[in-house]
């Protein structure tokens, strides 16, 4: 199996702070790697496909880069709705598909 | 505008099998891939397995020796069984819709709102 991982598991921000996440797959993935959005008690949201291809309806703010391993999801400008858990999980080599082990967003 | 519900039992009892159901509204269940996902505390988000719309399905290798998933288009449901479940198969279960590029890449959008099963007796 491929392992995900993320870093960091917590980052605390402002409203109007640029964020970086961090993900690393554990062999080349090229660039099958999406991004999702998790808020308290509500399902996985799809933010990002293909590592950089953003979801219909998601934010501008948001953007995602990288190929091979290393994997980042950038919020330009967070706001108040972006504090969440995301997730990165790979479509490289299946089955299975594997997911980062999250990194929470939280109000500084 | 496509929504999933999953329903089922929400209690089940160490060596028995784990039943859900996921009915799909507001769109067909046809020309679709299906993907069942588990969260919990301790181990994340896991990937069950998928099935499309005419039955074919992929497995983790992780579950397959006691993972059953169907599909009932004329009811626009698809269905999870899991045997012989301890109290590691204690999570939240979510359904999902692939989206696939590239004929084979399938990421998950969008997700039911998740329900919890807990194994004990």
């Known amino acids: 199996d491929i392992q995900m991982t993320q870093s960091p598991s917590f980052v605390s921000a402002s409203v109007g702070d640029r964020v970086t996440i961090t993900c690393r797959a554990s062999?080349?993935?090229?660039?099958?790697l999406a991004w999702y959005q998790q808020k308290p008690g509500k399902a996985p949201k799809l933010l990002i496909y293909?590592?950089?291809t953003l979801q219909s309806g998601v934010p501008s703010r948001f953007s995602g880069s990288g190929s091979g391993t290393d994997f980042t999801l950038t919020i330009s400008s967070l706001q108040p709705e972006d504090f969440a858990t995301y997730y990165c999980q790979q479509a490289n080599s299946f089955p299975p598909f594997t997911f980062g082990p999250g990194t929470k967003v939280d109000c500084k | 505008q496509v929504q999933l519900q999953e329903s089922g039992p929400g209690l089940v009892k160490p060596s028995e099998t784990l039943s859900l159901t996921c009915t799909v509204s507001?769109?067909?269940?046809?020309?679709?891939?299906w993907s069942w996902i588990r969260q919990s505390p301790g181990e994340g988000l896991e990937w069950i397995g998928y099935?499309?719309?005419?039955?074919?399905?992929n497995y983790n290798p992780s579950l397959r020796s006691r993972l059953t998933l169907s599909v009932d288009t004329s009811n626009n449901q698809f269905s999870l069984k899991l045997s012989s479940v301890t109290a590691a198969d204690t999570a939240v279960y979510y359904c999902?819709?692939?989206?696939?590029?590239?004929?084979?890449?399938?990421?998950?959008?969008?997700w039911g709102q998740g329900h919890l099963v807990t194994v004990s007796s």
């Open positions: 099935i499309s719309d005419r039955g074919s399905t």
């Open positions: 999902a819709r692939d989206l696939i590029t590239f004929g084979v890449r399938h990421w998950f959008d969008p």
């Open positions: 293909g590592a950089s």
């Open positions: 062999r080349d993935i090229s660039t099958w």
């Open positions: 507001g769109g067909f269940i046809n020309s679709f891939y």
